[in-house]
């Protein structure tokens, strides 16, 4: 009955198509593909992760966390990283929940941790990391949800944090995954988006059960059965507080376990929409109306549920026009024992699973998957798509189940331009095929070298920092933006560069995916053109301003009063160094 109510115009290319077979196992001629080292273990990170007990999971909530963001706190040029820190039932109970670090980029692929001095030594079983510059001072603040009370640390623009979750209003007590900014109303102010999962936690344990069971092995019982927690949206007023509006906005009370959520103007009309993915449960989608109204649109958009009409265990989320048409486009990821879904904006409202003629379901199948982006890494000019993998039930370290594992490798997915995508997973180095138990996802040019790199945050272990070592030869541009009548961050503000007859857009946004934030850069592989013809950037305001023949590989700063501007390469910064603002 699912199937109907979506319409089978947009299950077409799913029905019919599931023999459509996988991407080739060799990169076509002419394919460029990435190359991603590891460099963790000379980067100086020494961090490990903690959720519950290695051996075993008793409940949901100690398979779940592990959030990163990337972000520059001290304005020096260098993308910073955040890893959230969990905790156990044993430390919670004892009043002691550690808490997480935040780690300065010296430029060299060493990171430092600043955390004490930066004061970002709160405890909580932490679970995602979001950020933006929440009062546009030009000092990016972080957000952290944990599973309890929110922490909202504002940037002192001097190296420090101050706590002002409670003066902010923000502090949602409940086991809260994702939560991106964006300013949905347009009046220049980042509003917050904050996606709760369950209605459980370490004072209110869920009843454990011999019917829980996965692969017919006992294990924590969730999502399905147990109560949901609702989300909540705030807006941000002029003296800087924020108020709960979650219901005068039309979204809707449905106590969905959600875990990720993007911004995103779907139906490219000026203004932020908002895409929920919930676990095993429809995903909504709110369409803005304007006036700070919303309208949920899951099931007649075609996004509630995969193609055959299912409900799926949605994690990662990305909104991107993932085939230069000009529409944003939505990818999530799932559970094992399913695909993870490409779908395809076809306009007016409607989209379309296209994840089989894609050619990217069947290997779906053993894998749990989160973390996802939309983004170009090879810098052909078309999104490619990368996943982080990893399982939830330490039983499977020892008992796996055919080809699904308790760790796994990642997933790139290299887009051949043609609407499919090339499994280049086991052909961009052997370091992204290491098993692991992959969570959030951080996307940053940790070196600025114009290439995208990749944090990825690790269950119950240590992160992963892969550096991009793309072949020479490939052009590429990137756009700062900073806003002055919109939001300082310049989210939401559409990019769109045209080279030749190749035409793509970014849309800007800090939190992506689950749990963790990115750079916040729009970033644009050129192929082999050294240019771009036109640049034209749609502001939050609605100011439009455009750009001819603008140089490639260079970063620049696109501000919405002064114009375009190249930053040169930034001096790699030494240890005690004073942020520059």
């Known amino acids: 009955m699912l199937v109907a109510g979506i319409g089978a115009s947009l299950v077409a290319g799913t029905l019919g198509a599931l023999a459509a077979g996988v991407g080739a196992t060799e990169a076509p001629a002419g394919l460029v593909v990435p190359q991603f080292v590891e460099v963790t273990a000379s980067s100086g990170i ?157 004072d209110n344990l869920p009843a454990e059960s011999e019917r829980c069971r996965y692969r017919g092995v006992r294990c924590a019982c969730g999502p399905i059965g147990l109560r949901g927690a609702a989300d909540t949206l705030y807006r941000q007023g002029a003296d800087g507080t924020f108020v709960e509006v979650t219901a005068e906005a039309g979204i809707l009370d449905q106590r969905y376990p959600g875990l990720g959520a993007a911004w995103g103007d779907v139906d490219d009309d000026g203004d932020l929409d908002l895409y929920v993915t919930n676990d095993s449960t429809p995903n909504e989608l709110y369409v803005n109306g304007g006036e700070g109204r919303f309208t949920e649109s899951g099931f007649p958009s075609g996004l509630a549920v995969g193609g055959m009409g299912s409900e799926q265990a949605s994690m990662g989320v990305d909104l991107a026009d993932f085939d230069n048409d000009g529409r944003l486009d939505a990818y999530c990821t799932h559970f094992a024992a399913d695909y993870s879904t490409l779908y395809r904006n076809e306009g007016s409202l409607l989209f379309r699973d296209v994840t089989a003629p894609a050619r990217i379901q069947a290997m779906e199948y053993p894998l749990v998957s ?60 052997p370091d992204i095929q290491k098993p692991a138990l992959g969570r959030g996802v951080a996307f940053a040019d940790f070196d ?13 272990g240590a992160p992963q920092l892969f550096r991009n070592d793309l072949p020479a030869g490939q052009h590429w541009v990137t756009f700062r933006a900073v806003g002055r009548e919109s939001n300082r961050d310049g989210l939401g503000a559409r990019v769109t560069v045209t080279t030749g007859e190749l035409r793509q857009v970014w849309e800007i946004k800090r939190t992506v995916a689950v749990y963790s934030c990115s750079d916040p850069r729009a970033h644009f592989g050129l192929g082999k053109a050294d240019r771009v013809d036109a640049v034209r950037v749609r502001w939050p305001s609605g100011k439009v301003q455009e750009f001819r023949d603008v140089p490639g590989d260079r970063h620049y700063v696109v501000d919405e009063e002064s114009g375009l501007r190249a930053v040169p390469p930034p001096p790699a910064p030494s240890t005690g160094d004073s942020p520059d603002g």
């Open 46 to 202: 020494a961090f490990r992760h903690i959720s519950g007990p290695v051996d075993h999971k008793r409940y949901l909530f100690e398979t779940k966390g592990g959030g990163i963001g990337a972000f520059d706190y001290d304005n020096d040029g260098w993308m910073d990283l955040y890893i959230a820190q969990g905790s156990t039932l044993e430390r919670v109970r004892e009043g002691r929940n550690p808490h997480g670090v935040l780690l300065r980029n010296r430029g060299d692929w060493t990171f430092e941790d600043v955390t004490e001095e930066a004061g970002l030594t709160r405890g909580a079983w932490g679970m995602g990391v979001s950020a933006a510059d929440v009062d546009n001072d030009g000092f990016v603040d972080v957000y952290l949800t944990n599973l309890g009370p929110n922490v909202l640390f504002r940037n002192n623009g001097d190296g420090t944090f101050t706590d002002i979750s409670a003066t902010a209003g923000v502090a949602d007590p409940r086991w809260s995954a994702s939560a991106p900014f964006g300013d949905y109303d347009g009046d220049g102010r980042l509003d917050l988006f904050v996606v709760n999962y369950l209605d459980v936690g370490p």
């Open 448 to 460: 600025n070298d114009g290439d995208v790199d990749l944090a990825v945050a690790n269950m119950n």
């Open 370 to 429: 989160w973390g996802t982006r939309f983004v170009d890494l090879n810098h052909d000019g078309w999104k490619d798509i990368f996943h982080a993998n990893g399982h939830v039930y330490p039983f499977m370290e020892n008992r796996p189940f055919g080809d699904e594992t308790f760790r796994q490798p990642h997933s790139l997915y290299l887009n051949l331009a043609d609407g499919t995508f090339l499994d280049a997973s086991t052909l961009a180095g």
